[in-house]
Nanobody
Framework: QVQLVESGGGLVQPGGSLRLSCAASASTGSIFSIYIMGWYRQAPGKQRELVATITSGGRKNYGDSVKGRFTISRDNAKNTVSLQMNSLTPEDTADYFC??????????????WGQGTQVTVSS
């Protein structure tokens, strides 16, 4: 089993910045590789939407609403992914979920989700 643990959410004023981090770890054995790591968000009453993803090779993809404001990065050796969020607006308020696709361990290759971390942008 693989766990994704997110950190860095909180309350920030409009125009401010936050940095989210997510670390993947295996309860038994090691993680051999993770193809895609990324972030999705879900605001109250809305569907979950893509924020940003990054492949193991470094290819990045951003949702239209965050392009130019958010930056995703990852450390393949540490199985971590981070999201630097700048110029935040109240529309960015949501629960942010870490996602890892095609996580290879000794036992399986599966996708995983974190529990979510709340980001609130408000004055």
């Amino acid at each position: 089993q693989v766990q994704l643990v997110e950190s860095g959410g909180g309350l920030v004023q409009p125009g401010g910045s936050l940095r989210l981090s997510c670390a993947a770890s295996a309860s038994t054995g090691s993680i051999f590789s993770i193809y895609i790591m990324g972030w999705y968000r879900q605001a109250p009453g809305k569907q979950r939407e893509l924020v940003a993803t990054i492949t193991s090779g470094g290819r990045k993809n951003y949702g239209d609403s965050v392009k130019g404001r958010f930056t995703i990065s990852r450390d393949n050796a540490k199985n971590t992914v981070s999201l630097q969020m700048n110029s935040l607006t109240p529309e960015d308020t949501a629960d942010y979920f870490c996602n890892a696709e095609r996580v290879r361990t000794l036992f399986a290759e599966k996708d995983y989700w974190g529990q979510g971390t709340q980001v609130t942008v408000s004055s």
